[in-house]
């Protein structure tokens, strides 16, 4: 069976990569990436200057194996880092290059496309929107105007095509309104779904304390916890935004919720708690669960069922 895909115009060898934040803050993060059985690979979110994000623990699987909760702070070795990989990166290889950015202004959101669209790279930029854990800052996902505006400066600024990173939307009015705004954008290509499902908290049952330090221990859920939300978000905006692609995240732990985002409408399909676990491993385990899933269901390739959930 055929796992590859395109995003962005750009050819996959399989559907599958890291959720950005996820075994890409380093090099050394990166070329794990490089080495595994993904098919592509995204950056850690960039900002302008190094940050080396908040105090630890920061993120945690949760006990219930459901999932975990992260307020990481936007650690990361700063944007001219992930413009030096990108100038370095070997384009010639299967995996396309994702970068994602998440600027704490849209000043810097600028500056940081400025200098990539001056290095004219073959990678594809991909602007995170929803970044909930920096405390006093509101997720521009849920700032309709915000995004608007964001979008005015940044996609005539980017011209080539590009992505943004979405949070969870849980009101169909929102998926209405966003996808109004996405819609008016041609070199929007994609959008990715979902970001964590911002502000849980995870309370320990025998210390009575909360289980990440940063903001009294308030942080982004991720796992199989949120797969049902990524679902619906991937298929919402996959119904809305015709001309355009949904990369689909949340709640991979195996082949079968990644023939689930496929249904929905996903492209591609990327991993973060699971990958955090259990390593770059997973994605030729999973590789493999979803081709034993699509030989046993009689499918070839992922454009035979991308989108085909039925309604009752
Ligand atoms: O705290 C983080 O670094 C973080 N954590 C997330 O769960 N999503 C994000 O987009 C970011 Cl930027």
Redesign the pocket.
Known sequence: VDLSTKVAGLSLPNLLFNA??VCCQTEADLKLMIESESGSLIT??ATYEYRE??PSP?YLPLPSGLGSI???????EGYEYYLNFAKNYDYSSKKPLFI?L?GLSLADNVKMCEAFVAADLPCVLEV?F?????PGKPQLGYDMEAMENALNVLAPLIKKPFGV?LPPYFDIAHFDTAAAIFNKFDNLVYVTCI??V?NGLAIDFETESALIKPKDGF??L?GLMVLNTALANVNAFYRRLPTKQVIGVGGVTSGKEVFLHVLAGASAVQI?TTLKEEGPTVFARINKELTDIMIAKGYKSLDEFRGKVKTL
Do not use: I
């Not at 929803?130 to 920096?134: A, D, G, I, K, R």
């Open positions: 950005s934040g850690k979110s994000g908040n920061r992260n307020s990481m702070g936007l650690p990361n994602s998440s995170n929803s970044c909930p854990n920096v990173k970001n964590s911002g942080g982004g991720g973060g």
